[in-house]
């Protein structure tokens, strides 16, 4: 029929704009693309600070940015030790599947160490990265030389945020680098909101997150918009039967998002509204007629996810409550259908990050 016509036009059109809004937004701005990367710094005094090392890397390639996360991202673990009368320095890479190389470097000065793995490190982001200011090469490590104790290497951190160095005490925390993160989602849910029987509904939305600076990291607020779409549902009456159809826009506000096992499990707690056109339409009565009436909701939603990799597979719950509770009836009397005061939308959910 051409209502279930239009309902199959508009999922299709859900899935095309999912695929087009999968193409990295970067790349549409024409902007270069840096690889996100996560770097844990530990150094003697006498050694370069966190800030001149990150300085000497850019030096060499801005191809990169720092997040606060080593989740699913590649890992830099650098630490500069004195042991001796000589200065030990070294550098971990670590990719998400848990492959480590390393390179080591001993000199008299640290300075020369710190310069060493800066180029190192500068390398491993970027193959063609600028070396022409590139001191000279300290010198190898000797061979028959004792080997640096095994907690000159910063632990790696199952979850935390930027690294930092030691604080003197009472000294205030330093802010974290801001994190903007875009993800893109698709759900299948049910939902009791809209008529008096179950509606089987498809939903996408974008969602822009963020993690300000100098705020604690479950402070990570996140504003989406989408689209949900209900299936026909026909829902008889003792004067005949009716089938109605939901469309709506989505704008969904999450203030905080607490994080679990590592990092990888989000639970999310979220206000939604809806706006939109709730459609009815006589099925077995003469004179039959379709009628549109507009649509508004508010509520409150509970989300979780978890995360493997860049890829969430979730489910979440919205209690909802219209601002006017629709009544379809025939025109010889018998009530159709209502909206309830309070409805509920649950379903399934896969999130793929950007």
């Given at each position: 029929m051409p209502r279930f016509r239009r309902v199959c036009a508009t999922?299709?059109?859900?899935?095309?704009?999912?695929?087009?809004?999968?193409?990295?937004?970067?790349?549409?701005?024409?902007?270069?693309?840096?690889?996100?990367?996560?770097?844990?710094?530990v150094a003697d005094e006498a050694c370069?600070?966190?800030?001149?090392?990150?300085?000497?890397?850019?030096?060499?390639?801005?191809?990169?940015?720092?997040?606060?996360?080593?989740?699913?991202?590649?890992?830099?673990?650098?630490?500069?030790?004195?042991?001796?009368?000589?200065h030990r320095g070294v550098l971990v890479i670590e990719t998400p599947d848990g492959k480590a190389t390393q390179r080591e470097i001993v000199a008299p000065d640290c300075e020369?160490?710190?310069?060493?793995?800066?180029v190192a490190?500068?390398?491993?982001?970027?193959?063609?990265?600028?070396?022409?200011?590139?001191a000279p090469e300290p010198e190898a490590p000797d061979a028959a030389?004792?080997?640096?104790?095994?907690?000159?290497?910063?632990?790696?951190p199952e979850h935390a945020g930027?690294?930092?160095?030691?604080?003197?005490?009472?000294?205030?925390?330093?802010?974290r680098e801001p994190v903007l993160a875009i993800a893109l989602e698709a759900r299948g849910e049910l939902t009791s909101a809209v008529v008096r029987d179950l509606a089987p509904v498809v939903g996408a939305a974008l969602e822009v997150r963020t993690a300000p600076p100098g705020?604690?990291?479950?402070l990570a607020?996140?504003?989406?918009?989408?689209?949900?779409?209900?299936?026909?549902?026909?829902?008889?009456?003792?004067?005949?039967?009716?089938?109605?159809?939901?469309?709506?826009?989505?704008?969904?506000?999450?203030?905080?998002?607490?994080?679990?096992?590592?990092?990888?499990?989000?639970?999310?707690?979220?206000?939604?509204?809806?706006?939109?056109?709730?459609?009815?339409?006589?099925?077995?009565?003469?004179?039959?007629?379709?009628?549109?009436?507009?649509?508004?909701?508010?509520?409150?939603?509970?989300r979780v996810v978890y995360r493997i990799g860049p890829v969430g597979i979730g489910a979440a719950l919205l209690a909802s409550a219209p601002f006017v509770r629709h009544r379809f009836a025939f025109a010889a009397g018998g009530l159709v259908s209502q909206a309830p005061a309070v409805g509920l939308t649950g379903g399934l959910l896969v999130e793929w990050r950007l």
């Open positions: 999922a299709a059109a859900l899935v095309f704009a999912v695929c087009v809004g999968s193409r990295p937004l970067r790349v549409l701005a024409g902007e270069p693309e840096l690889e996100h990367v996560f770097v844990a710094y370069p600070s966190e800030e001149r090392f990150f300085g000497n890397v850019r030096r060499y390639t801005t191809k990169w940015r720092v997040v606060d996360s080593s989740e699913s991202v590649r890992s830099f673990r650098v630490a500069l030790r004195k042991h001796g009368a000589e020369r160490v710190a310069r060493g793995l800066a490190m500068a390398l491993a982001i970027d193959p063609e990265a600028n070396l022409s200011e590139v030389s004792e080997a640096p104790e095994p907690r000159a290497l910063p632990p790696r930027t690294p930092k160095k030691k604080e003197k005490p009472g000294a205030p925390p330093r802010a705020v604690p990291e479950w607020p996140s504003l989406a918009v989408g689209i949900r779409q209900s299936f026909p549902v026909v829902v008889d009456a003792p004067f005949g039967s009716s089938e109605f159809s939901w469309t709506a826009a989505m704008v969904r506000l999450c203030p905080a998002r607490l994080r679990f096992a590592s990092g990888r499990l989000d639970v999310v707690p979220c206000a939604e509204a809806n706006a939109g056109v709730l459609d009815g339409e006589a099925r077995t009565t003469p004179a039959a007629r379709s009628v549109s009436t507009r649509w508004f909701d508010v509520g409150g939603s509970g």
